[in-house]
């Protein structure tokens, strides 16, 4: 937004009342206030906002198929800088009434989520404040102005993966079939088990999940819908170019794993490492390089025709109108509201909560069982920067034996809680069940974990402030409360596997879920 405030003599004229759309009186803001606001709810702003941001930062940086998330907020600027001309005819009218409630959700939203280490509905509340402070302060005409830039940032957040992952199994056996296909066709001789491995004469290969390329449309698509907005006219051209970009993204993946089997038959190696991300970005390059040409060739078909891009008609540079008491009010409410989240936000977590007790001094005879020294294995599960775990294996006189894992977080943020993509997997096969410990009830899942092609069967939970909780929501859910009531985001995950059983009985969660029921009550001595 501009201000003609700049010299004494334009300065007189703007304090002149106008008058706005919707007929009450209005005055210009001057270019100093408008300065001073900007800093005032700028700082708060940036402190509240600050951690989501540096997490999404962090997932763009480390996550595959995520580094299109630079781009999205330079774009999202640019968008909102082609508007200049439009918001300059809108008369400023900020909406109190809806404006504050939405503003103080989001915040409450975000709170929620980056003491939970949630960045799915952080980086969501992210754009919802965004949003509300729009609507706070100038109204519902420059929200509608606004709407595309704000709503194109979903593309630099993981919301979309609720709408990807779902295809990643469909894209997988689709992705699998069509390389064997093409591969057939070139003469290879290749077969296709259980759907996802292609076994050639000298290599085995998998179709794996991130192979399915489900992942990479959402580059592809944030790339395409502000390209087709900015360089196309008519609607059915830029639903065209999208669309078709989508599709050679999907035919791209299959010619990525086709060049694949036929490099590995003819001998070639090291198909994982840097090559391996390398034919990923393929996929993307072809799409990309579609995108323009595309966008190129659609725009010399279209007929000569009035711009309908993103730009509405320009009109007079008279500059921004404020109502001058009501914009106060809400610039007042939405700098205190930000305030307050913000200082919340650095208040709610008082720092790590250090064990009762050392994991190490656990007893080696629990009940029956006893520490089996001669078993060394690997934790099923490693969780990032775990503050304190236990790995051990237990025996009873029977023979059976349960190897007991524990990680404790003194802390949780993002990219370091109990409920993540390193837990994600034990979730796929879980099953909730309630164990009868004494008087208490303890809530655990039942669930296979795939290692070396053997399907180990394990008991796990996680254990938040003293109680156990199968659920992952209800997790994070416990988390939060925790973090509101307690200034605490502690917690640990409790894994217990036996080993590995060709039967399906209900005899192979026996071993563990004895075990669990002496452990449990000593969990309160050692974990907070």
């Not at 600050?50 to 940086?61: C, E, G, K, Q, Y």
Request: aromatic share 10%; charged share 15%; hydrophobic share 50%.
């Amino acid at each position: 937004m501009e201000n003609s405030l700049v010299n004494p003599s334009q300065a007189v004229e703007a304090s002149k009342p106008l008058r706005s759309s919707d007929g009450s009186t209005a005055t210009r803001l001057g270019h100093v206030p408008f300065l001073l606001g900007a800093v005032g709810l700028g700082i708060p702003l940036v402190l509240l906002c600050a951690p989501v941001f540096a997490d999404l930062v962090n997932l763009w940086r480390t996550r595959y198929g995520f580094s299109h998330g630079f781009l999205v907020p330079l774009v999202s600027l640019y968008l909102a800088w082609l508007q200049r001309p439009a918001l300059r005819r809108i008369p400023v009218a900020p909406a109190l009434g809806p404006g504050l409630p939405w503003l103080m959700v989001a915040t409450g939203l975000l709170l929620a989520s980056e003491v939970g280490g949630i960045i799915t509905t952080g980086s969501l509340a992210l754009i919802l404040v965004l949003a509300g402070l729009v609507l706070l302060l100038c109204g519902y005409a420059y929200l509608k102005a606004l709407a595309f830039p704000l709503a194109y940032l979903i593309f630099m957040t993981p919301v979309l993966d609720l709408l990807t992952e779902p295809l990643e199994w469909p894209f997988q056996l689709l992705t699998a079939s069509m390389s064997v296909t093409i591969l057939q066709a070139l003469g290879i001789p290749v077969l296709l088990e259980n759907n996802i491995f292609i076994i050639l004469p000298t290599v085995t290969l998998e179709v794996a999940r991130e192979c399915s390329g489900a992942g990479l449309l959402i580059a592809v698509l944030a790339i395409g819908l502000p390209l087709a907005s900015l360089t196309l006219r008519a609607w059915w051209s830029r639903i065209t170019l999208v669309v078709s970009s989508v599709m050679m993204a999907i035919v791209a993946n299959w010619i990525r794993l086709t060049v694949m089997g036929v490099y590995a038959q003819a001998g070639g190696k090291d198909l994982h490492g840097p090559y391996h991300i390398l034919q990923g970005l393929f996929v993307d390059w072809v799409a990309f390089a579609f995108l323009f040409v595309g966008a190129w060739l659609l725009s010399r078909w279209e007929k000569e025709a009035p711009t309908g891009s993103l730009l509405l008609e320009q009109g007079s540079s008279g500059g921004s109108i404020f109502s001058g008491a009501a914009w106060n009010r809400a610039w007042w409410l939405g700098s205190i509201t930000l305030a307050v989240a913000a200082v919340g936000l650095y208040q709610l977590d008082h720092g790590p909560t250090a064990l009762k007790k050392d994991l190490a001094m656990l007893s080696p005879v629990l009940g029956d069982w006893v520490v089996d020294r001669s078993q060394n294995n690997g934790s099923h599960v490693e969780l990032q920067d775990a503050d304190a775990s236990l790995v051990r294996t237990y025996r009873a006189p029977d023979g059976r034996r349960v190897q007991l894992e524990i990680a404790y977080l003194k802390t949780q943020r993002q990219g370091k809680e109990l409920v993540g993509m390193a837990t994600a997997p034990l979730h796929e096969r879980a099953t909730a069940t309630d164990l009868q410990v004494g008087a208490i009830a303890l809530h655990a899942n039942r669930t296979f974990i795939d290692k070396s092609h053997r399907k180990t069967p394990a008991v796990f939970w996680y254990h938040i402030n003293g109680m156990s909780y199968t659920d992952r929501f209800q997790a994070k859910l416990a988390t939060i409360k925790q973090a509101f009531l307690r200034g605490r985001t502690d917690g640990a995950l409790v894994l217990l596997s036996a080993e590995p059983r060709k039967d399906q009985s209900e005899e192979q969660w026996k071993a563990q879920e004895e075990f669990a029921g002496t452990l449990f009550p000593l969990m309160r001595e050692y974990l907070p």
